[in-house]
């Protein structure tokens, strides 16, 4: 059927643009307008996002099926699928799901196809207008028979709105037709489950909660349908009753169909010619929201000017510009994929350089009641002292050149400038670049910026995590509380590396004044901003932990004290939720955590739903419900796209379950991620892949973070021994070191060395531990192998007295089970191994290098519970989203 017969009904892009950009009134004021349209979306959006579409899918299975008939010799394809010739199966009002239920049968199939056409495929720019103009108001709906989840992807990667995606019949019932969040809604379900729509019987009914929420929005919305051919009898039966009815599609139909095209089906025409329903020829999808975008929203930019990463922007800006599908005839398209490309190279230095400011400033913690900045006293930069700048920015970031410009800065000697902003500007650049510091640079640079800019704080905070010496450090922060002590947050950091520090220099001398600083801080904090928000609370728990840790009923009334305060005031809040977990208080619950989800799920808070499914799988994974942990991440990874934070915590939670090659998938998707690199290297040593160790080692940029994690790994413990002994000769070292420098003397069999190290720990009550305590009680059996048994017998009952027999401290079960091995009792070796390899199997890998353990690893009990049991999460478990 030719678009002659209907040339009435034809309406052009202009008309269109016109009757969208004719809103009658705006969202709570904000100047967002109310849109009169939602918009229909087909598989022909998706062409140049590199998706074959319906069309293209149905030529390729039909010259399939006709090859494979036989009949290929006797009749062309076109007579083969002619009304007196096509198979029984085949329906010519729907070839795309029957041709589909014909080459793949089971359901199952048919998502495995799917999901291998839409992998790896990125949203073209036609959906970067269309999330543009939702940005703006004149779209909030957007309905799609599609699988792909090109528009979504689009919002994460072009917008910082977060849309709601509804792919189920029974979670539409849920959207409102009033909220103003961008909604997506999949008529025909989503790739990732099998339950996708595909076949003639399937499509040929939406379920009654889809056919409502459609209803629904046709009352108050126009609809505008693009890459659409309208062979679903379910959408367009839905259409064609809503049209007998003057209430719904008040604001018309408009159905986009791309010029050239010669018929269209039955099904079409017939509902063309009902009132309200016009046609609108179109070049294609990227060249219609192209001239919408145009047009109404004066020529913006479809992605926002805000900087990026160089290597985000370039990627995505090459995505959109350079796609060979790209109609570059189109004027609108070439203007602006010209315009990408210049603002791009052009404005980089300028967009990067207020980037890195800004990005400073916040340092990537919430800044809340931060305090505005007082102004510089310096003048402004001088043309030619801004192009400078500009340059070395341009030259250092945007081509990726930072040592020859470091050069040239240490050439000028910016510390001889007069002050300035100019001489801010550049030493900063140059600190900056340099991104190994010692702790004499940090405070040369440092010391010098804060002199000329003292009221910025950054500067503190950034000197002080340059810092290696933590006394260094905290000297900066406590600096920093002077100088801003109204601002909690400044006051946090100070507590954190407080607590940092003293968590591994527990009851030292000067002990009892510093924790009474780390109190006032945290009672200072609060005082400013007493919210639950406030991390005080956190580092309030910590805090009594680190106080009490010797005296069990104190440490939990204290706990308990808080817990209910927290829970009196802010129950559902996922703070405090993370807080109980924090103390393991007895009012956290596995129907507390389930509350405050459903309460966040109906106030639609995406940054605590997170949050809170994170505490749901902690839950689960703390009581050794590992499949419930596994259930929970296919859960939220269905709804939700996810952060870097959570994709570790998964890692870590397969890894410590030993679904190794899932866990390393994970990993390796954050390379910038320091403890994310260790735990690739980890698994790694613990599958035996020695090479790959050393290679992914090799390649770090950073080698000498990871050195002596590297060498743990390999058993180098005499490279750790010089390691440490170069370490501590200037400075002190952290009871975690002493605990790590033991462990190395004790693999090199060095056991005088283990005692002298320890010994002082050993006899001072308040610098002692179980790690302290097991280690120096090995060595000394080691030394004393020639004692007579009662001495030996001496030492056993020494480390049964410390440990099993403490009533004021609760050691740990790693703790027991190295007591347990000294002792030589094989029954609680065995007990207390198997309760650390059944909540946690990887810590097998840990427990197996011990010295202590070493006379019981050839025992068959031992050894059973020792066995590697590697595992391998389903297919849908996957691990690739990210936000």
């Known amino acids: 059927m030719t678009l002659q017969e209907l040339s009435h009904k ?32 087909g598989s022909g959006a998706s062409i140049t996002s590199g998706i074959r579409s319906g069309q293209n899918l149905i030529e390729i299975w039909k010259k399939e099926v006709f090859q494979e008939s036989g009949k290929d010799s006797d009749m062309t394809l076109e007579e083969f699928f002619s009304l007196n010739n096509a198979p029984d199966w085949y329906e010519e009002s729907n070839p795309y799901s029957a041709l589909f239920e014909n080459r793949y049968d089971l359901q199952r199939h048919r998502r495995i196809f799917v999901e291998h056409e839409v992998s790896g495929k990125t949203p073209s720019i036609g959906y970067a207008y269309l ?26 990667r072009f917008s910082k709105n977060r849309p709601i995606v509804c792919a189920h019949d029974s979670s539409i019932s849920g959207i409102s037709v009033t909220s103003t969040r961008p909604k997506i809604i999949k008529l025909h379900g989503d790739y990732l489950f099998d339950d996708i729509k595909t076949t003639l019987r399937e499509t040929e009914s939406l379920e009654m909660n889809m056919k409502m929420k459609f209803q629904e929005f046709a009352k108050d919305f126009g609809l ?27 604001n018309g139909i408009y159905w986009c169909i791309r010029k050239g095209e010669k018929s269209i089906s039955t099904e079409l025409k017939k509902l063309l010619w009902r009132d309200r329903v016009f046609f609108v020829e179109i070049d294609g999808f990227d060249e219609l929201f192209a001239e919408i975008n145009h047009n109404l929203n004066q020529g913006a930019l479809p992605i926002d000017d805000a900087f990026l990463s160089r290597a985000h922007q370039e990627n995505i800006i090459k995505e959109l510009t350079e796609n060979n599908r790209l109609n570059l005839g189109n004027a609108y398209l070439a203007e602006d994929c010209k315009k990408l490309k210049d603002h791009f190279e052009d404005n980089f230095a300028n967009d990067f350089f207020e980037y890195i400011r800004k990005q400073k400033a916040d340092q990537s913690k919430n800044n809340v009641n931060r305090r505005a900045r007082k102004r510089l006293h310096f003048p402004k930069l001088s043309a030619e002292e801004q192009k400078e700048l500009n340059d070395l920015v341009s030259e250092a970031y945007g081509l990726r050149h930072p040592i020859p410009v470091l050069q040239k800065l240490k050439a000028k000697n910016v510390f001889e400038l007069d002050d300035s902003r100019f001489k801010l500007e550049l030493l900063e650049l140059e600190a900056d670049l340099q991104k190994e510091m010692k702790d004499d640079d940090v405070k040369r640079y440092f010391n010098e ?99 009490y840790d010797d005296n069990r009923a104190k440490l939990q009334a204290e706990l308990d004290s808080i817990c209910q305060d927290v829970v009196d005031k802010y129950k559902l809040h996922p703070q405090t939720l993370y807080i109980l977990r924090l103390s393991k208080s007895k009012f956290l619950s596995e129907s507390l955590i389930k509350k405050s989800l459903e309460f966040y799920l109906s106030a ?12 749901l799988i902690h839950w689960y994974n703390s009581h050794n419900e590992f499949n419930k942990v596994l259930e929970t991440f296919e859960l939220f990874e269905n709804e939700y796209l996810y952060s870097d934070n959570y994709k570790f915590l998964k890692g870590k939670l397969l890894m410590d379950q030993e679904y190794f090659d899932d866990a390393l998938d994970i990993f390796k998707t954050l390379p910038n991620n320091p403890k994310a690199n260790e735990q690739v290297m980890t698994i790694l040593a613990y599958q035996n892949k020695n090479e790959q160790l050393t290679e992914f080692y090799d390649k770090l940029g950073n080698k000498d973070e990871y050195k002596e994690h590297y060498y743990g790994l390999t058993n180098n413990h005499e490279e750790l021994v010089s390691l440490y002994q170069d370490r501590f000769a200037t400075t002190s070292p952290t009871k975690s070191e002493v605990v790590s420098y033991a462990f190395s003397l004790l693999k090199t069999e060095d056991y005088n060395s283990v005692l002298s190290l320890l010994k002082p720990y050993y006899d001072n009550p308040q610098l ?102 590697v595992k391998r999460c389903g297919a849908n478990h996957d691990v690739g989203k990210t936000v």
């Not at 309905?143 to 689009?154: K, P, S």
């Open 131 to 156: 999330v543009k103009l939702i940005e703006q108001g004149f779209f909030n709906t957007v309905f799609t028979t599609n699988f792909d989840d090109l528009l979504n992807e689009a919002f994460y």
């Open 604 to 615: 639609d808070n995406e940054s605590f739903i997170e949050k809170i499914y994170i505490e």
């Open 224 to 250: 505008i349908v693009v890459g659409y051919a309208g062979n679903d009898r379910s959408i367009m039966d839905i259409l064609t009753y809503l049209l007998q009815h003057e209430d719904y599609f008040k």
């Open 768 to 869: 002692t531990d179980g790690a302290i305590m097991v280690n120096y009680q090995w060595a000394r059996l080691k030394c004393e192998r020639s004692a007579t048994n009662k001495i030996k017998e001496k030492i056993k009952e020494k480390i049964k007295e410390k440990i099993f027999d403490n009533k004021y401290i609760e050691y740990s079960d790693f703790e027991k089970l190295g007591a347990a091995c000294i002792i030589g009792d094989k029954n609680e070796i065995v007990s207390y191994l198997s309760k650390i390899i059944k909540v946690t199997p990887v810590d097998k890998y840990v427990v197996k290098g011990w010295p202590v353990l070493e006379p019981y690893l050839t025992d068959s009990k031992v050894q059973r519970i020792l066995e590697s049991s």
């Open 449 to 547: 910026l804060i002199r000329l800019d003292s009221s910025n704080e950054r500067y503190y905070e950034i000197a002080a995590n340059r810092s290696s010496n933590p006394i260094q450090s905290l000297g900066y922060l406590s600096l920093a509380c002077e100088r801003f002590n109204n601002d909690y947050y400044i006051i946090n950091s100070y507590i954190s590396v407080l607590l940092d520090f003293w968590e591994d220099r527990i009851k030292q001398e000067d002990f009892q004044s510093d924790a009474k600083t780390i109190e006032d801080n945290i009672n200072r904090s609060l005082q400013l901003f007493p919210y639950i928000d406030n991390m005080a609370f956190s580092y309030r728990v910590r805090y009594i932990q680190l106080v």
């Open 10 to 41: 034809r309406k052009s892009v202009s008309d269109l643009i016109r009757f969208i950009g004719n809103s009658s009134g705006h969202i709570d004021g904000t100047g967002i307008k109310t849109p009169n349209y939602s918009v229909l979306l």
